[in-house]
């Protein structure tokens, strides 16, 4: 069995002694402080679960509630993984473990305060560790028991505690208020769970913890979670010393939707290019460019997209790694896309990245997002200079100019495109390139639909009128 003894806290100065060779690497990672005083040697306890509660229970391990050598414990229990082979799953177990506790180590090196740890078992895949005696950031700003000066305090202390682990190279991969514990009469910050903790020194993983932490805010506390994340956010400004790189990168993390390394568009159902507050910015980044806007030509996307897939390809990947295995898309007023990420990808290969016009233009108009949902509404311009089987199948280019409002509903699971739905006017677009008779009158209207969209979003008044449709079939008779 390994095991180390952890010491730090105000209360607390006390360690455990290492015991067996096995316990060396933890015993380094996580030596008592210096002046602790070591209590008597005893023989740590072997992992029982009927001596614990079960606490909770998530995708990689149990935390159990009890006692260790008398203290009051939670136990963090890393589970194996049927699917993966034994060796395999074995030693990412104990990597995992290892990189855990090392986390939590740097942390308290970095100012950050951390349960202690009492002991580390890598027989049994387990964390002992203390207890925090409190209520987690999410369940008091739930009941409302933070207010005024002292929730002002608590949101400063959070984004300084942030700033500190971020300055040091260290991201947490899970900040959300419930992994903030506040000790005591006296609310002491404590950080859990570095389950998903990594060491980085660049902006993008900084930013996207830091976008991790805002949608915490936003889904558990809805009415003033983006007003209590902003103060956090200005409180990290003024504590880090590379604020500017990582604020930078978070404003573009946070156009995204959570998107971190986000694979190129083809994950999404436009891939390409129709998803763009999704799609566009990543594809971009990828290669270096600030677009400045949703302006860039397609095409210049698409070549992207293809060198991505390909190098996915190459190193063993499917290229469509960021969309689940049952994924579902469908451009609604044709149905053209698939089910399954086999029949997506023939899609995406065969008959919508090479079928795209090379000046395709979108203008955003608006989204809206929860926490596993985006909704965009945009205008989508192009000339029909080639063939586009997923939006207008077996008909022949036309050479006209086409602009027509969409709407695009993404769903998640996790980081992976779930499903998507595109929703336009066939209508408009058939009249536009020139496929309705114009002698017949139709309760349909053309480029007037995405002209009427872009005025009433900017607020303008004029442009085309409303009713003009029921005016005219009244004037007929």
């Not at 029949?343 to 929860?370: C, Q, W």
Request: charge should be positive.
């Amino acid at each position: 069995m390994s095991a180390a003894a952890a010491v730090a806290g105000p209360a607390l100065a006390a360690g455990v002694a290492a015991v067996g060779a096995a316990a060396a690497a933890a015993a380094d990672a996580v030596a008592p402080q210096q002046g602790a005083a070591p209590q008597q040697e005893q023989q740590l306890p072997s992992f029982d679960s009927s001596r614990y509660t079960l606490h909770s229970q998530g995708a990689e391990a149990r935390v159990w509630e009890g006692s260790f050598l008398g203290r009051s414990a939670i136990v963090k229990q890393r589970f194996s993984k049927k699917y993966r082979h034994p060796q395999l799953d074995a030693k990412l177990t104990v990597s995992r473990l290892k990189g855990e506790v090392r986390s939590m180590m740097r942390a308290r090196k970095l100012g950050v305060h951390t349960p202690v740890l009492y002991q580390v078992d890598h027989a049994t895949a387990c964390i002992y560790m203390e207890r925090i005696e409190g209520h987690s950031l999410k369940t008091l700003l739930h009941n409302d028991e933070l207010q005024g000066a002292e929730l002002d305090a608590l949101l400063l202390e959070v984004g300084r505690v942030i700033a500190r682990l971020h300055d040091g190279g260290l991201v947490h991969g899970d900040l959300t208020t419930s992994n903030m514990m506040l000790r005591g009469s006296d609310k002491q910050l404590i950080l859990i769970d570095f389950g998903l903790s990594y060491n980085s020194v660049v902006p993008e993983d900084k930013g996207v913890d830091l976008y991790v932490l805002e949608r915490a805010f936003a889904s558990a506390h809805a009415e003033r979670g983006a007003a209590m994340f902003e103060a956090v956010l200005e409180a990290y400004r003024r504590a880090s010393k590379q604020w500017s790189a990582t604020l930078n990168r978070f404003a573009e993390v946070r156009m995204r939707g959570r998107k971190r390394a986000m694979p190129c568009p083809p994950n999404s159902a436009l891939g390409v290019s129709l998803n763009l507050s999704l799609n566009l910015s990543a594809a971009t980044r990828l290669l270096g460019k600030d677009l400045g806007g949703w302006t860039r030509p397609v095409g210049f996307v698409g070549g992207a997209c293809r060198d991505r897939i390909h190098r996915e390809k190459r190193d063993g990947g499917s290229g469509y790694n960021g969309m689940v295995a049952h994924a579902a898309v469908n451009h609604v007023p044709v149905m053209t896309g698939g089910i399954g990420r086999d029949a997506l990808e023939s899609f995406y290969a065969k008959h919508f990245i090479p079928n795209m016009p090379p000046d395709v233009k979108l203008t955003p108009i608006d989204r809206g997002a929860g926490p596993s949902f985006v909704v965009d509404e945009f205008i989508f311009e192009f000339t029909h200079t080639v063939i586009m089987d997923w939006m207008l199948p077996g008909v022949k280019p036309t050479g006209c100019k086409v602009r027509v409002p969409f709407v695009v509903i993404a769903k998640f699971e996790g980081d992976k495109l779930s499903a998507e739905r595109i929703y336009w006017d066939q209508a408009t677009v058939l009249q536009q390139v020139g496929l309705l008779p114009a002698d017949v009158a139709l309760p349909i209207t053309g480029v007037e639909q995405a002209t009427k969209l872009e005025c009433i979003s900017a607020g303008k008044q004029g442009g085309p009128p409303s009713n003009a449709l029921i005016e005219e079939a009244a004037a007929r008779g």
